[in-house]
C-alpha cells in the first residue's frame, strides 16, 4: 500500500516539475522574442531620428529584431537536445 502511494507522489512530482520546465522555456522564448524586437526597433528609431529617415530605420528595426528574435529562439529549442 504503501508503495503504491509513493508511486503516485512520485508521478506528481514529475508532472509537476515537467509543467514547471515548459513554462520556463515558454517564458524565455518570449522574453527573447519580445528583447530583440523592442531593442531593434528602437534603435531603428534612434538611427532614423540621427540621420533624418525615421520610418525606413524602423521599419528595417524591426524586422531585423523579428528575424533575430526567431534565430535566437530557435537556439534555445535546438539547444535542448544537446542537455
Given at each position: 500500500?504503501?508503495?503504491?502511494?509513493?508511486?503516485?507522489?512520485?508521478?506528481?512530482?514529475?508532472?509537476?516539475?515537467?509543467?514547471?520546465?515548459?513554462?520556463s522555456?515558454?517564458?524565455?522564448?518570449?522574453?527573447?522574442?519580445?528583447?530583440?524586437i523592442l531593442g531593434f526597433f528602437f534603435f531603428g528609431l534612434w538611427l532614423g531620428d540621427r540621420l533624418g529617415l525615421q520610418i525606413p530605420f524602423m521599419v528595417v528595426g524591426l524586422i531585423t529584431g523579428i528575424g533575430c528574435g526567431f534565430y535566437f529562439s530557435y537556439?534555445?529549442?535546438?539547444?535542448l537536445d544537446d542537455k
Open positions: 500500500m504503501k508503495e503504491n502511494k509513493n508511486h503516485k507522489d512520485d508521478h506528481y512530482r514529475q508532472q509537476r516539475d515537467s509543467v514547471f520546465r515548459y513554462l522555456l515558454i517564458t524565455q522564448l518570449a522574453l527573447t522574442m519580445i528583447i530583440c537556439r534555445q529549442i535546438t539547444g
